[in-house]
């Protein structure tokens, strides 16, 4: 019995309408589904070329407290490039949009473009190394 990859990620944002338009703007997430639930307000999206889907969830009555991957849950997302190529057009991507980000890095298990969401949340591309 096994898992062969990661059905979705939900990730619980500030602003869910500022999130939506930032993830579309800047991945290409195009939702999907959306709803609410008791004190949640939701809404799936798929990324492009048959990438993850990304749930985001705005809850009622938040704490407005910083993404701090240093806390207990997630440290950060990453998603997988094919190659080192694509980070740089990523990169170009990010400089265009006015994302935070840091120049990729080489690193002994791949290379590293690492960047943030409106909510400050760490996130990754990966391109393998080589």
């Given at each position: 019995m096994g898992l062969s990859s990661v059905a979705h990620v939900a990730i619980t944002?500030?602003?869910l309408a500022r999130s939506k338009e930032w993830y579309a703007r800047?991945?290409?997430?195009a939702p999907v589904m959306e709803g609410e639930g008791s004190?949640?307000?939701?809404s799936v999206g798929a990324l492009p070329d048959g990438g993850p889907l990304v749930g985001l969830r705005e809850y009622d009555g938040q704490e407005d407290r910083s993404f701090?991957?240093?806390?207990?849950?997630l440290d950060h997302l990453a998603f997988?490039?094919?190659?080192?190529?694509?980070?740089?057009?990523?990169?170009?991507?990010?400089?265009?949009?006015?994302v935070v980000f840091t120049p990729t890095q080489a690193m002994p298990y791949g290379?590293?473009?690492n960047?943030?969401?409106?909510?400050?949340?760490?996130?990754?591309?990966?391109a393998p190394p080589g």
């Open positions: 944002v500030s602003d800047v991945l290409g997430w004190g949640v307000t939701f701090d991957p240093t806390r207990v849950g997988a490039a094919d190659s080192t190529e694509e980070l740089s057009d990523w990169e170009q991507r990010f400089t265009d949009n006015d290379h590293v473009l960047f943030k969401d409106p909510d400050d949340i760490a996130l990754e591309i990966w």
